[in-house]
């Protein structure tokens, strides 16, 4: 598979509602989209799953209620997926990518970061976003067995060193000092050194 090498990879987890999705876009918003782009592995996930289904693949991706109905059988077809191939997702999610900032909005197993770790040695960053329960309550979460205490929503509780850990509680103003330090990496990792070479995806 052929696809362009980034130079940098932030790659980004967090419990439900924490706002993955929204510091993310801020992130992209900042940097512009011919510098980076978001890549989510759920993509790929929800795409197939719509079609096998006949469901709405644009209301899968969304924030609202209508993914929550699906949420664990949407897990347990993907797990069934990486079981057979633990890359699975991960190939298809950077099959377009051409910027040289990518950032994966949505690992939640260590099986993921060990893909892109072995794939992009130099290049991965991890970020965690975190937020309150009562944040989270607000946004619309509520708690699901089977689902928020399983791999899906805690596969990276522990074991990763994260390179930041960002508040998602305050305001926007909040929010942008805890992002100094990574704009001023890919900004830097985007400028004049940012190479647009061809690599191949083994696996
Ligand atoms: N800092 C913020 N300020 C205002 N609204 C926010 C903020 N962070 C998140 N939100 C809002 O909270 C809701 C959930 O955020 P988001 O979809 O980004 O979370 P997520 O972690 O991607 O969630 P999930 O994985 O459950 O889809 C969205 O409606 C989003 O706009
Ligand atoms: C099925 C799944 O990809 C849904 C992710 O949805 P979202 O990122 O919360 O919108 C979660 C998983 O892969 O375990």
């Known amino acids: 598979m052929s696809t362009t090498k980034p130079e ?6 967090g419990k439900r509602k924490s706002g993955k999705d929204y510091v993310t876009d801020r992130i992209q918003e900042r940097l512009g989209a011919n510098v980076c782009c978001i890549l989510r592995l759920s993509g790929p996930l929800k795409e197939q799953y719509a079609k096998d289904h006949g469901l709405d693949y644009s209301e899968l991706l ?11 059988d949407m897990i347990r077809w993907g797990e069934r997926k990486r079981e057979e191939d633990h890359g699975f997702f991960c190939r298809l999610a950077i099959r377009q990518a051409k910027q040289p900032v990518w950032i994966i909005s949505d690992a939640r197993r260590l099986s993921d ?32 067995p089977g689902i928020d205490d399983a791999e899906s929503e805690c596969g990276l509780d522990q074991g990763v060193q994260f390179d930041w850990i960002i508040n998602n509680d305050g305001d926007a103003g909040l929010l942008e000092e805890q992002l100094k330090e990574l704009f001023v990496l890919a900004e830097d990792k985007s400028g004049d050194n940012a190479g647009q070479r061809t690599l191949t995806i083994s696996g």
Not at 62 to 72: D, F, I
Not at 122 to 134: D, F, G, L, P
Request: with cysteine.
């Open 8 to 13: 940098l990879i932030l790659i980004f987890s």
């Open 113 to 144: 970061l060990q893909w892109f770790w072995r794939e992009f040695p130099q290049q991965c960053r991890c970020v965690r976003v975190e937020a309150s329960e009562q944040t989270r309550l607000q946004r619309g979460w509520m708690f699901s």
């Open 62 to 72: 969304g924030a609202g209620q209508y993914k929550e109905k699906y949420r664990a």
